[in-house]
């Protein structure tokens, strides 16, 4: 099913072809300060889109790495005391810059620390995207959502109010990954369908992700919805000729590589709520 004819529609569809079209070309670099089981991941998804990554966790040398990147991102997997400093530090390095901080809140609700964590960061940063399964947007939004570890035991839109009530208290926008992605801002609700399966088989897909929502967002597309649509797309792609979670890993980095304007036209399925 190709995407609904509206205006409305039409119009989301022309965002993401330009995102992509100008992340292409400019090819911006995205800080990770990201977790050490997906590293090798969300950088390898941001050079199959087009963009450049670099992880840097060091204080040192934040200050001068956010002069000129275009994004940080900030992924909570493998948090301890010595990180959150950094993180803090970051984040003020990132506002000093006018630069998008792009938040995954891994394991949010899994523990107080994590939780209170996550919290900090979306209150510290002056530009944000929260990008994060069900049960992580529940239980940073105050719900009592249901997780085991890292992993989601709630449907994605089950997370819509605490998403809203999210994008109020920060003034951010937030993208909901499930079965279905909903892309949630101030004034509209977007719904993806696209995706497969398989996915959620593999470590860091949503992490990559959360990388991908940082490109986008260093050339301007800070809704999140790029990001969203074109890494369900790719793992649609990649899901047909892949037989299991391994394949599936290296086959979605080749789709991001080779994905064009008119196979995301034809293949995405979008509702604007």
């Known amino acids: 099913m190709g995407l609904i004819n509206t205006a409305d529609n039409n119009q989301q569809i022309t965002l993401i072809l330009d995102a992509l079209q100008r992340l292409r070309a400019q090819k911006p670099l995205v ?9 090798n991941n969300t950088a ?4 199959a889109i087009g963009a450049s990554p670099i992880m840097a966790h060091s204080r040192e040398e934040m200050a001068e790495m956010l002069s000129f990147s275009g994004a940080l991102v900030i992924n909570i997997g493998t948090l301890d005391s010595v990180l959150t400093s ?14 998008p901080v792009i938040l995954d809140p891994v394991g949010c609700g899994a523990s107080h620390f994590r939780t209170e964590t996550s919290r900090q960061i979306a209150a ?9 399964n ?9 719900d009592t959502g249901n997780n085991k570890g890292v992993d989601a035991l709630d449907p ?25 992605d ?8 977007i719904q993806l369908d696209n995706g497969h399966a398989m996915m959620p088989y593999v470590t860091g897909m949503g992490c990559s992700l959360s990388a991908l929502t940082g490109a986008f967002a260093a050339v301007g597309e800070t809704s999140g919805l790029a990001a969203a649509a074109i890494f369900a797309i790719a793992g649609e792609i990649a899901a047909e000729q892949s037989q299991g979670p391994g394949s599936l890993q290296v086959n979605i ?12 036209s034809a293949q995405l399925r979008l509702t604007c709520l």
């Open 31 to 39: 800080l990770n300060i990201t977790n050490y089981v997906v590293m």
């Open 44 to 47: 390898n998804a941001l050079l």
């Open 86 to 99: 950094r993180i803090a530090f970051a984040i003020e390095q990132a506002n000093a810059n006018n630069r």
């Open 124 to 132: 510290a940063a002056a530009s944000l995207i929260i990008r994060g």
């Open 134 to 142: 069900a049960s992580e947007i529940m239980a940073l939004a105050g």
């Open 156 to 180: 994605s839109f089950a997370a819509l109010d605490a998403a809203k009530h999210l994008v109020s208290t920060y003034q951010c926008n937030v993208v909901i990954s499930g079965v279905s």
């Open 182 to 189: 909903f892309i949630v801002s101030k004034d509209r609700v």
């Open 253 to 264: 980095l080749d789709a991001l590589y080779q994905l064009d304007e008119a196979t995301i």
